[in-house]
Nanobody, 121 residues
Framework: QVQLVESGGGLVQPGGSLRLSCAAS????????MGWYRQAPGNQRELVAT???????NYADSVKGRFTISRDNAKNTVYLQMNSLKPEETGVYYC???????????????WGPGTQVTVSS
């Protein structure tokens, strides 16, 4: 079985920083792109940042210059460094991976259970 688990969320003041981590484990053959998504209270889940297996990155316009996504392929782990956080960026942050398991013939999207980030005074 394959699973993704996020960590690093918590309560932070506006303007503060957090570093999220997401580790994939289990019977993994290969991981292509990985990403972070956010779901704010009462809103849809939205893209925050993605990174390909080769290290190419893409960000939502609202976080450019403040957030940085990175990955460690040897550890099957993706990170999200979040700086200058704003209250409207409060929400549950989910990790995503385009992944092929050793028991499957195809790639599929996997999701972690999410980690809560609260930006408040």
């Amino acid at each position: 079985q394959v699973q993704l688990v996020e960590s690093g969320g918590g309560l932070v003041q506006p303007g503060g920083s957090l570093r999220l981590s997401c580790a994939a484990s289990g019977s993994i053959f290969r991981i292509n792109a990985m990403g972070w998504y956010r779901q704010a209270p009462g809103n849809q889940r939205e893209l925050v940042a993605t990174i390909t297996s080769g290290g190419n990155t893409n960000y939502a316009d609202s976080v450019k210059g403040r957030f940085t996504i990175s990955r460690d392929n040897a550890k099957n782990t993706v990170y999200l460094q979040m700086n200058s956080l704003k209250p409207e960026e409060t929400g549950v942050y989910y990790c995503n991976a385009d992944l092929k398991s050793t028991g499957s013939r195809w790639y599929a999207y996997y999701w972690g259970p999410g980690t809560q980030v609260t930006v408040s005074s």
